[in-house]
């Protein structure tokens, strides 16, 4: 079940700039800064209510942020939902019909996992399914 918008996923080529602007525009500074190096990219989040703001800059030419600001201006890359069972939801959408990114969930930012939906899929625009990790507490 999809439980939350959780993040809108903002491409920008210029982080620093980037976060001086929407801690202006948000009133608020940002609460968490993260590599993901398996996605290429730097992360700033910023919490909204219940749901968060992360803007992204690629850390290489192959990044999927430097790829989509090559094409298009700096602005939304993708949408985030919360699920709470990312394997059941990726099953369900691949039953719909829907073209999956990547074959098992990965492990995103923030403490999450998480699975992309190809945009040629939904309707032009990248979907991104985010799972919270829960912290294995059984050697505590
Ligand atoms: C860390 C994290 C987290 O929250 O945990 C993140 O969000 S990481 C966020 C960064 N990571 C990702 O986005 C991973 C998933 N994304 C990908 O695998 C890729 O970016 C694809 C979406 C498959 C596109 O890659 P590809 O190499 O095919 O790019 P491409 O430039 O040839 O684009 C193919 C077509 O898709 C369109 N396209 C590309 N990116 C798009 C986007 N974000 N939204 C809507 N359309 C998009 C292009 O305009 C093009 O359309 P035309 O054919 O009409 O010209
Ligand atoms: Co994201």
Redesign the pocket.
């Known amino acids: 079940m999809l439980t939350n918008l959780e993040?809108l996923?903002l491409?920008v080529p210029d982080l620093a700039a980037a976060t001086a602007l929407y801690a202006k525009l948000l009133g608020t500074e940002p609460y968490k800064t993260?590599h993901?190096a398996?996605?290429?990219?730097d992360?700033v989040f910023f919490q909204v209510g219940g749901s968060k703001i992360?803007l992204?800059a690629?850390t290489s030419p192959e990044?999927?942020?430097t790829?989509?600001l090559?094409?298009?201006p700096a602005g939304?890359?993708?949408v985030?939902f919360e699920v709470d069972d990312i394997e059941a939801e990726m099953a369900r959408l691949r039953t719909e019909g829907f073209v999956l990114?990547?074959e098992a969930p990965k492990?995103?930012?923030?403490n999450?996992l998480?699975c992309?939906v190809?945009?040629?899929s939904a309707g032009?625009?990248?979907v991104?399914l985010?799972q919270t990790i829960i912290a294995d507490l059984t050697n505590f």
């Open positions: 993040h996923g491409a993260e993901v398996s996605e290429a990219v992360t992360e992204l690629g990044s999927a942020i790829r989509f090559e094409k298009k939304i890359h993708h985030a990114l990547n492990r995103g930012a923030d999450k998480v992309f190809h945009p040629k032009g625009v990248l991104e985010c």
